[in-house]
């Protein structure tokens, strides 16, 4: 019996040695695969994306593509001179504020009112209402002969015709009254329907300053801010592009042509076609300059709205209630303004663009059934660099570094949205941004006996790197 007794023991020290050594190497693989996350986590399903999406949108408002907000560092305020009563200068791409002055006060926009006219024709257009090659009829409420003396006109008269496309270039160029109620009455055959359509637009994005009575901006009841059309002005490039190639970079409209007019009028078509100049006196006078639209009653003073683009970078102004006495005054200041923002943004500020998925890191997650995540930026990493190294914005935005700070390994049920970490965009030792890193993904815990096998894990984790958080650094 004794001999049996020295017999097992050995055998016995033998097994446990062996589960011991057995349990081990699959502790020593699931650290090294928790440190090798990124060969492991799983891509997300489009259901899990648009789960996601929606729980970021929430969580984090900033990720909307609609509300300006301040540059996320302390700069100084620029020293220069704006003659308009209010203005504000934005970066289109990441809807920074590179610039502002008296930018919420209540303005009638006057004819900068067409852009959302011409948002709605889009719209209109996009959702097969209406065809830009459309002939649109021609209601005498937008005769020439039938508006305001000082309003201004592209010059429709009974009988023309004329296209929706032509109707745009006459609000674009020319800010025409007559084209705005023609389009208004063709899509909606009158005008308070088509009013609605254009408060509709604005509410949808939150401005709550903004109301127009009618769609050309001739009434000093319509209202807004430089700060909400400039939000407009934004999405309405952001989202139609081809606006600025088609209609509002064009400097010259001549109608009525041959081709617009009834036959009794065609002989005399030399006298009656007229060439009206763009309106947007800052088209050829700064570089990049591609649009958008000026306005002006008396209530409002001298109004413009323009952008314009360089090596890939797109800003865009909003002056209102400029000084002058007359077009030619008002436009000399509204000149005057805009090239001293235009030349500040384009010589302050460039875009930062990282390369796509370059900043999303997986990690383990050692107790729970799904094992693997990855942390992903909060928002957008696009944002606005000044310039303060290098000799060009340009070359600032390659000075971009990131620091990362993210834990080696984690624990316990995450939600997805949770922050986890935290990148941080850098020139040298100056912080210009930082954002949340965020699980991707719901992770639920493991049973009780995984949830203590992962907090092994977890520790030899900790153990292994001496500290639990990290910092990487990379161009």
């Known amino acids: 019996m004794t001999k049996i007794k020295k017999i097992q023991l050995p055998l016995i020290f033998f097994i446990i ?34 789960q996601l999406k929606q729980e970021l949108d929430e969580k984090f408002p900033v990720r909307t593509e609609i509300n300006l907000s301040e540059l996320p560092y302390n700069l100084a305020k620029p020293d220069f001179i704006i003659h308009a009563g209010s203005a504000i200068l934005i970066d289109t791409v990441t809807g920074s504020i590179l610039y502002e002055k008296n930018a919420d006060e209540p303005i009638p926009p006057a004819s900068l009112t067409k852009i959302v006219e011409m948002y709605v024709l889009f719209q209109a257009v996009e959702n097969h209402e ?22 201004s006109r592209m010059y429709l008269g009974k009988n023309q015709r004329v296209t ?9 160029i020319a800010s ?10 063709y899509v909606c055959g009158n005008m308070e329907d088509f009013v609605k359509r254009m408060n509709d637009a604005v509410a949808s994005l939150g401005l709550k300053h903004t109301h127009f009575v009618e769609s050309s901006g001739y009434s000093e009841r319509n209202v807004t801010t430089a700060r909400e059309f400039a939000t407009f002005a934004r999405m309405y490039i952001n989202k139609y592009p081809q606006s600025l190639e088609q209609f509002h970079s064009k400097n010259q409209l001549v109608y009525p042509q041959e081709k617009n007019l009834p036959p009794e009028k065609k002989p005399q078509v030399q006298s009656l076609a007229i060439k009206q100049s763009n309106t947007n ?40 209630r400029g000084p002058g006495h007359s077009t030619a005054e008002g436009n000399s200041y509204r000149v005057a303004d805009n090239l001293t923002l235009f030349n500040y943004a384009f010589s ?9 998925g370059i900043h999303d890191f997986a990690i383990g997650v050692a107790d729970s059934k799904q094992k693997f995540i990855k942390l992903i930026p909060a928002f957008s990493e696009v944002f606005t660099v000044p310039f303060i190294t290098g000799s060009s914005p340009e070359e600032s935005v390659s000075a971009i570094h990131t620091e990362v700070t993210m ?18 965009y850098k020139i040298g030792s100056t912080t210009l941004l930082t954002i949340p890193l965020v699980a991707d993904r719901d992770v639920e815990s493991a049973n009780i006996i995984g949830r203590l096998y992962g907090k092994l894990i ?3 984790i900790e153990l292994d790197f001496s500290i639990r958080s990290r910092t990487e650094t990379n161009s």
């Open 17 to 50: 040695l062996s589960a011991l050594c057995i349990f081990c190497s699959f502790c020593i693989s699931d650290v090294r695969k928790m440190i090798r996350a990124e060969n492991y986590v799983q891509e997300l399903t489009e259901e899990q994306k648009v």
């Open 407 to 424: 834990p080696h390994c984690l624990l316990g049920n995450i939600k997805k949205g949770t922050e986890c970490g935290k990148i941080s």
């Open 176 to 185: 025409g009254n007559d084209a705005s109620i023609a389009a208004a009455y």
């Open 164 to 172: 929706l496309k032509e109707l745009m270039l006459g609000l674009a």
């Open 348 to 356: 302050s500020f460039a875009d930062y663009h990282p390369k796509q």
């Open 281 to 320: 006196k800052l088209l050829g006078k700064i570089a990049g300059c591609d649009g958008l639209k000026t306005g002006y009653i008396d209530e409002s003073g001298y109004n413009i709205a323009v952008t314009a683009k360089r090596n890939g970078n797109r800003f865009l102004s909003v002056t209102m």
């Open 130 to 151: 209406v065809s830009l090659d459309d002939v649109v009829p021609l209601p005498p409420q937008c005769w020439s002969e039938n508006l305001p003396s000082d309003a």
């Open 458 to 460: 977890y520790s030899l």
